[in-house]
């Protein structure tokens, strides 16, 4: 009866980043009373939901094997086109499924490069870093579109009760993408073709495909992250958010998701965002900097990726006693 | 034999140079065709003069990525990196002379450099996660030391590199091409 119990090791790549997790927690807590309240743990949840979507976008690109370093600025240009759209049709929901489509088709171009034309996804991805902010820019002469129709932001700023629409609303997805990823053919090929594409090939699926699938199924997260983005904010800048794919990656590496691709379950994505945005709201509370949070936030994610990657080979490193 | 033996390697190791840069070429020359026609001026020695200076700290930072990606690495923080030493070199060039602030924005940048390599070779922290955080540092670090605004009240011969000439070529071409022939020797 025992034997699970005796043969169970911890898994530090989850336990790193929840013990650092709880460690903020309890210090955040004695410092400053205002963190451990109801109140402010919805608004960890509610700052942190559209990280959560595009952290799953970002694993679900980087288990296939690839990596997305073009969601900010796919974002903003998404978010740019749906609010024009909203305003000139004056309708909201025309506005959101303009942002999804955009942001399915942006990331489309980024899969058709990547799974057909062979470019590296580094290099693709980085390129529509570059053209999306500027075409976000080309559109909105620099300025935000404002005032989208009513209706618009209620996903970002509803209520059931007290609870703000938006942290079932993302919970839900994470549990659909973990359903995706487990239990559909397109999720387990996915794995498969990032762990290694010789081989799954050999059983007789097409690499390209599942590729572009992935990069699919990221946008259609992305699009639902950005209309949290902007409607938080009401509007749609065409700098919506130029960090956002670094925090993702960082968020994927911290949950343990291996980069390489092929290993890591959807739902350590969640792991992962939880320390960057109980660090993020506690500094906020503190009123520390935010060069400082910048320059936290970057140490601690390399520090928390080399505990789980390097601690085997520390001791290596090491110069070893000899017995004389 | 050997003499003909060393021409095909010559030609195989020539045709593999161009196929990789072949596009690149192409792409090179249309653009160029196309923007002497829209201007007329593009092709004068004063403006080819004024991309390569406008091209050589593109050109030195891209040696540097190639060295990292030559090793199976990617730095994404060279742009943040950039930025830091950049503001660094210009407080210390700004109090304390030219020779120090250049030392100083050398330093910085190699210190980012050895700490995301550091975190790569001794702990195993993927190349993108060690720079994206390095990103994230030195952005921060940068701001921090600069409070977001451009510094000002450089030295003159500071900015000279920048903005200089010897022998009427651009301080920076030169500079460029000091980085590509070490390069060159180097990873011969």
Redesign the interface.
Known sequence: LLKPLRSWRPDWQVLGPLLVLAGFCVALALIEPRFATKQNLINILLQAAPLILVALAQAVVVISGG?D?SQGSAAALAGVLGVIAAVELDSPWIGWLVVIGASIALSAVNGMLVAWLGVPA?IATAGMLTYADGLAFLLTGGLPIEFPPEGYSSLARGFIGDIPISIPLVALVAVLMHLVMTRTRVGRAIYLVGDNPQSATLVGLTPSRFRFYAFLIAGALTGAATLLLTGRIDSAPPSLAP?LQ?EA??AV?IGGIA??GGEGAIWRAVVGVAPIAVLINGLNLLGI??????????????VV??LQ??AG??RL?LPRRRAA | MTRSSRVTQQAVALSAALQGSLPSLLLLILLSAACALAAPEFLGASNLVNVLRQASPLFIAAAGQMIVVLVGG?D?STGAVVALASVCGALIAASYGTELGVLAAVGVGALAGITSGW?VS?????P???T?????????????FSDGLPISGLPASFIGLGNGHVLGVPVPVILALIVLAVMAACLR
């Open positions: 990596i370093l580094f960090t670094f990656i960082a590496a980069m390489g900097d935010t060069s400082l949070q910048f320059i936290l936030i970057g140490a601690g994610t390399i990726v080399a990657t390097g080979q520390v490193a | 990617i994404i975190a001794m702990f195993r922290v993927q993108v996660i060690a994206i955080g390095m990103l994230s540092v030195a952005r921060g670090f940068a701001f921090l």
